[in-house]
């Protein structure tokens, strides 16, 4: 079965930096869009940014634009979310997740159908 592992969250002061990792298995990982998203408490979840499976389509959320950046490496199973200049609104658990279709340019936020434990990012002011 999928399996989505993240790491690298924790607590940052706010100008700081994260990188966020997520090691997928159980799937061909380079035939399929990767992302993540997003939930601060008493907040509805959020898509925060997203890859296409080639790593050519890329979205952010407009509140990250700038500061963030989604990579991937197929090689490696692995996506990644470099996260620069936190701010304390960035404070949220932030899942991964794992498109549903193959070889999908662009895919709706109700598609990802495979989703991590999830990972603490707590940025203090």
């Known amino acids: 079965q999928v399996q989505l592992v993240e790491s690298g969250g924790g607590l940052v002061q706010a100008g700081g930096s994260l990188r966020l990792s997520c090691a997928a298995s159980?799937?061909?990982?380079?035939?399929?869009?990767m992302g993540w998203f997003r939930q601060a408490p008493g907040k509805e979840r959020e898509m925060v940014a997203t890859i296409s499976w080639n790593g050519v389509n890329t979205y952010y959320k407009d509140s990250v634009k700038g500061r963030f950046t989604i990579s991937r490496d197929n090689a490696k199973n692995t996506v990644y979310l470099q996260m620069n200049s936190l701010k304390p609104e960035d404070t949220a658990v932030y899942y991964c997740?794992?498109?549903?279709?193959?070889?999908?340019?662009?895919?709706?936020?109700?598609?990802?159908?495979?989703w991590g434990q999830g990972t603490q990012v707590t940025v203090s002011s």
């Open positions: 159980g799937r061909t990982f380079s035939r399929y869009a």
């Open positions: 997740v794992m498109g549903g279709r193959p070889y999908s340019s662009k895919t709706p936020s109700n598609e990802y159908d495979y």
